[in-house]
T-cell receptor, first 114, second 113 residues
Framework: AQSVTQLGSHVSVSEGALVLLRCNYSSSVPPYLFWYVQYPNQGLQLLLKYTTGATLVKGINGFEAEFKKSETSFHLTKPSAHMSDAAEYFCAVSGSGGYQKVTFGTGTKLQVIP | DTAVSQTPKYLVTQMGNDKSIKCEQNLGHDTMYWYKQDSKKFLKIMFSYNNKELIINETVPNRFSPKSPDKAHLNLHINSLELGDSAVYFC????????????FGPGTRLTVL
């Protein structure tokens, strides 16, 4: 069984401020972890993913996330928010092996204030 | 060239009608999915196919029937539409399975009146 919890359904930051979106996961097998972004009226697109190896993962648009097994967390950060970062962000988890499914979190809407 | 395409983009229909949504991917991926996103943005998997074979069938009413004529296409047929079926439906594909990046289509917004 697997699950994802995203803390905070809405997050507001000022332009230029740090972005921190929180994600905690639960998985009975070594997890594959993803962050996807959804802009208004569009499908989701991958920001970054963790499979194995290096725990700090860098993605597109200056985002990065760190896999912390002891905390079962995979928080998403960006040092300086840009207006174009305003979107819905989804954390997701999948287990390795066989035909696993991906479980998505409930999403966090990021608002960037000028 | 669009990687994952869906038609139609918008679908407005009456309760009780039957409708279909089509999905095509030109990425050569083996696995395709249907997701339902409700008004609160909650995204839930409905079905997954690998090389035309159904591998995931979540708790979905049997009014929903997916069909995969080949590995590049996954269509969704919905019988006897209900108000609660109103949502955005996303098709996605990935190279081999759930551990790979998924590529999403633009979505089909279904409104049942």
């Amino acid at each position: 069984a697997q699950s994802v919890t995203q803390l905070g359904s809405h997050v507001s930051v000022s332009e230029g401020a740090l972005v921190l979106l929180r994600c905690n996961y639960s998985s009975s097998v070594p997890p594959y972890l993803f962050w996807y972004v959804q802009y208004p009226n569009q499908g989701l697109q991958l920001l970054l993913k963790y499979t194995t190896g290096a725990t700090l993962v860098k993605g597109i648009n200056g985002f990065e996330a760190e896999f912390k097994k002891s905390e079962t967390s995979f928080h998403l950060t960006k040092p300086s928010a840009h207006m174009s970062d305003a979107a819905e962000y989804f954390c997701a988890v999948s287990g390795s092996g066989g035909y696993q499914k991906v479980t998505f979190g409930t999403g966090t809407k990021l608002q960037v204030i000028p | 060239d669009t990687a994952v395409s869906q038609t139609p983009k918008y679908l407005v229909t009456q309760m009780g009608n039957d409708k279909s949504i089509k999905c095509e991917q030109n990425l050569g991926h083996d696995t395709m999915y249907w997701y339902k996103q409700d008004s609160k943005k909650f995204l839930k998997i409905m079905f997954s196919y690998n090389n035309k074979e159904l591998i995931i069938n979540e708790t979905v009413p049997n009014r929903f029937s997916p069909k995969s004529p080949d590995k590049a296409h996954l269509n969704l047929h919905i019988n006897s539409l209900e108000l609660g079926d109103s949502a955005v439906y996303f098709c996605a594909s990935s190279p081999r399975g759930a551990t790979d990046t998924q590529y999403f289509g633009p979505g089909t917004r279904l409104t049942v009146l």
